[in-house]
């Protein structure tokens, strides 16, 4: 009983923590495109985070992007200039980031192979979790079973 529920717990921290990387961390530097989208919703109705976009409008932001930092622009100026030009909603709240993410997955808009990743990294990082718990707790066992006796 004991090793089923280190085992949940094991995967569910594991999955978390690795989904809240992929929503929350941005992989791209600040100077560059993506970098800067990944701060900014899509200008369009869907609710995709602007750096996981590829229609017309979004690409048009991204160009706006691109030009800017060419300009010598920083990402927080880049920022400060969408924000004046078309208000708050054009910054990203870490709500629409999560209904972003999950629109673009269930859309089938995210790649089979990253998913798969996804999962194969999220199944190696639990079963090493669980067996530094399951080994920790055998040792605590073991060393008071002996200082028993």
């Not at 995967?11 to 978390?16: I, K, L, Y």
Request: charged share 15%; hydrophobic share 50%.
């Amino acid at each position: 009983m004991t090793r089923a529920i280190v085992a949940t717990v094991s995967f569910g921290v594991v999955v978390t923590i690795l989904a809240a990387r992929y929503i929350f961390l941005v992989s791209a530097p600040d100077n560059s495109v993506m970098g800067v989208s990944h701060s900014l919703a899509c200008p369009c109705e869907c609710p995709m985070v602007l750096e996981d976009c590829h229609m017309s409008c979004g690409l048009q932001w991204k160009n706006n992007i691109g030009d800017k930092l060419m300009a010598g622009m920083s990402k927080d100026e880049i920022m400060g200039y969408f924000f004046k030009r078309y208000g708050g909603e054009a910054m990203l709240t870490p709500a629409q980031r999560m209904a972003g993410k999950w629109y673009q997955v269930s859309r089938g808009g995210y790649p089979v192979k990253d998913m798969v990743l996804f999962a194969l990294v999220a199944l190696v990082w639990t079963a090493l979790a669980y067996t530094l718990i399951m080994t920790g707790i055998d040792w605590i066992q073991a060393w008071k079973k002996g200082a028993g006796q």
